[in-house]
């Protein structure tokens, strides 16, 4: 295992020994030549591991996610890079974990917004536009502030339509959305909400889609489904079809937060299953857009979620087994946390049917969109590309290990090295506290503290952690458990 320091605060983390094989046989055939691949990243909010049915679930439909799966490769062991929504949609755009990147968790700025991402990161989106791409960027943001270093348009998108805020994300009828720099005001009030921002924000999503066809695009659909508030338009069927299928019973509901937040949901299954399908719904969309103009075949989809399944506004995630029996939920680095659905769909390219065990994680996407771009010259990351297991061709480098750290509920750290998981707790009151240790070979549900029985490898485990981690001024982590 080696590590190549590049500057301050950024690895290039170097191949260590395979230690899940790929299950998949990938097709050899390549994209059209001379025409570059469109790319469209749809990224989940707060949608566990079992929420889809190519991944288990049966209570709630998913149809046309299951047939991207179904058409292209499913994994069975990828990872957010973390369990909060801003850090680990940080990792993803930057490349690097969340001992590197520069957001480590969701702070807040008023009046809106959050810390912003510096000038000196070097985005996905970023990427693709220097590779003459159209970039756009819709739903969610949460990682600056209009007008700050962080802003989408700062940070590679030409087009950014959607929540600057992830906080404001939380009510499903806001105010205002953002158009790049500009305001709009949707008309939404408490006693009147006739616009769904979802739906809004679908149609500029197609609409980018319909202005890009003569030319290559990067789409980052950062949809806001499912996280609460548990909210849908009036009439959705789905909502109806579910509530009768679940039997389910108006529940007495309390109002958690005045104003914008969670809203009042007496039916909070139906609601979640009807999130999780409409979310569906528009991936359809999508697929059926890039059909009807010819470009689907030319056309890498990826789909994944930011974070495991969430427990507020009411959201019932044991009922629809979310986190596929694997420990823990949102905020928590146990599987359940982190572990996420990821599908990938490249009709050229991979072959129908495909099922992959290759470990990956958030900060792999930026070198694999570097390699499909043939732009790897100087990349800071902490990744390696994926793009050998998408298209069956050349050697897949491995990860000596990989590591997360979370700055919320007294600190966390994890490290996955092998088929060893290690976990630290209560990091802010004990940084060389006990690390629990759990064989996912074995016992992927962590239920198996093997810590006593294996001393060497714990503190193996622990000297990676001390490696992996470089303070942040912004986000202190070490230096705030040494206060």
């Not at 909400?193 to 319909?210: C, G």
């Not at 857009?289 to 427990?311: E, R, V």
């Not at 100087?378 to 990860?399: A, C, F, Y």
Request: hydrophobic share 35%.
């Amino acid at each position: 295992m080696q590590l190549l320091k590049t500057k301050p605060g950024c690895f290039i983390l170097y191949a260590g020994i395979a230690f899940f094989t790929t299950q998949a046989t990938m097709v050899s055939a390549q994209q059209p030549r001379n025409k570059p691949t469109n790319v469209v990243f749809i990224l989940a909010d707060d949608m566990g591991y079992g929420d889809l049915g190519c991944y288990g679930q049966t209570l709630i439909s998913t149809p046309h996610i299951d047939q991207l799966a179904k058409n292209g490769m499913r994994f069975t062991q990828f990872y957010a890079g973390t369990s909060v929504c801003a850090p680990s949609r940080a990792s993803l755009l930057t490349g690097q974990h969340t001992g590197h990147t520069s957001i480590r968790g969701n702070l807040e700025v008023n009046p809106e917004g959050q810390w912003p991402i510096p000038d000196s990161a070097f985005t996905i989106a970023e990427l693709f536009k220097k590779a003459g791409y159209a970039t756009g960027g819709f739903g969610k943001w949460g990682l600056g502030y209009i007008g700050s270093a962080g802003d989408p348009v700062k940070q590679g998108f030409d087009k950014f339509y959607g929540y600057n805020c992830q906080a404001k994300a939380h009510d499903y009828f806001p105010d205002h959305l953002w158009d790049n720099d500009q305001r709009v005001e949707l008309g939404n009030t408490p006693a009147n909400q006739p616009q769904y921002a979802p739906d809004l924000i679908q149609q500029k999503a197609l609409a980018f889609i319909d202005a890009n066809t003569t030319k290559p695009f990067f789409l980052f659909l950062a949809y806001t489904l499912p996280h609460a508030g548990l909210q849908l338009p009036a009439g959705d069927t789905s909502f109806e079809r579910y509530k009768q299928q679940f039997k389910e019973t108006a529940q007495p509901v309390k109002k958690e937060w005045n104003g914008t937040g969670y809203q009042p949901q007496p039916y909070p299954r139906a609601a979640y299953a009807a999130m999780v399908s409409r979310l569906d719904r528009y991936v359809g969309e999508v697929v059926a857009k890039l059909k009807a103009l010819h470009i689907d075949q030319n056309t890498l989809i990826i789909f994944s979620s930011d974070n495991g399944p969430h427990a507020e506004g009411g959201n019932d995630y044991r009922f629809f087994n979310s986190n596929a029996g694997f420990r823990g939920i949102k905020r928590d680095l146990y599987e359940g946390g982190i572990r996420e659905p990821m599908i990938a769909n490249w009709p050229s390219v991979i072959r129908p049917g495909s099922v992959s065990g290759q470990v990956g994680a958030f900060w792999d996407f930026l070198p694999t969109f570097a390699s499909l771009l043939k732009k790897n010259a100087n990349l800071r990351t902490d990744g390696v590309s994926i793009l050998p297991t998408l298209t069956g061709k050349g050697k897949q480098e491995q990860h000596a290990y990989y590591y997360w750290e979370f700055h919320e509920n007294g600190g966390r750290q994890a490290v996955l090295m092998g088929k060893w998981k290690g976990v630290r707790l209560n990091v802010f009151k004990a940084p060389d506290g006990e690390i629990e240790l759990y064989d996912l070979s074995t016992d992927p549900q962590e239920t198996k503290n093997l810590a006593g029985a294996n001393p060497v490898i714990v503190q193996q485990i622990n000297q990676l952690m001390k490696q992996a981690h470089v303070e942040n001024k912004d986000f202190p982590f070490v230096q705030r458990a040494n206060k």
